[in-house]
């Protein structure tokens, strides 16, 4: 397959023995005037997931990178939430409205693969979910628009019946 933005695939190993794909979303970098001059600092977002259902977002703030990232991803790790699959694709069509940020994700029929923006698309891949159609209708701002895609993907429910 190929890979659109090729950035390199993190995969993390945690204790319990599951493997999770790791990816930085946006790293910005904040500066704080004080009476000693400027202070600078890092805030990065991760999507962590491990492909089978479950994703989490992490916010992660330190005077380094690595430090900020690994904030983030241990954060996002223990509030990963549970997504309602129906084979690769989602369930049913939900819109979401988190902020400024409006997601609209469409289930899709096998080998359509992930029509989506780069926010969307990025939480789809670290949810396991390989078919489905979504837009971005309101902001252009990656984190609220990740934050909403993970709100959309809550609220799916399986039409089975559990979630």
């Not at 916010?59 to 690994?70: I, P, T």
């Not at 489905?132 to 309101?138: E, F, H, S």
Request: proline share 3%.
């Amino acid at each position: 397959m190929n890979n659109r933005n090729r950035r390199p695939e993190h995969k993390m190993e945690q204790p319990g023995g599951e493997e999770f794909f790791e990816r930085v979303v946006k790293v910005n970098r904040v500066s704080k005037k004080t009476k000693g001059g400027d202070k600078r600092s890092l805030s990065v977002l991760v999507v962590v997931g491990d492909k089978k259902g479950k994703v989490g977002v992490g916010l992660g703030k330190a005077v380094e990178v690595q430090s900020a990232v690994r904030k983030a991803t241990s954060y996002a790790r223990k509030h990963l939430i549970e997504v309602a699959l129906k084979g690769r694709t989602i369930p049913h069509q939900v819109l979401v409205k988190s902020g400024a940020a409006k997601v609209l994700l469409k289930p899709a029929p096998l080998g359509t693969g992930v029509i989506a923006g780069g926010a969307i698309r990025i939480v789809a891949e670290a949810a396991g979910i390989h078919d489905i159609v979504a837009k971005i209708l309101g902001t252009k701002n990656q984190a609220s628009n990740v934050y909403a895609t993970l709100e959309a993907l809550g609220k799916l429910k399986n039409v089975n019946g559990g979630k």
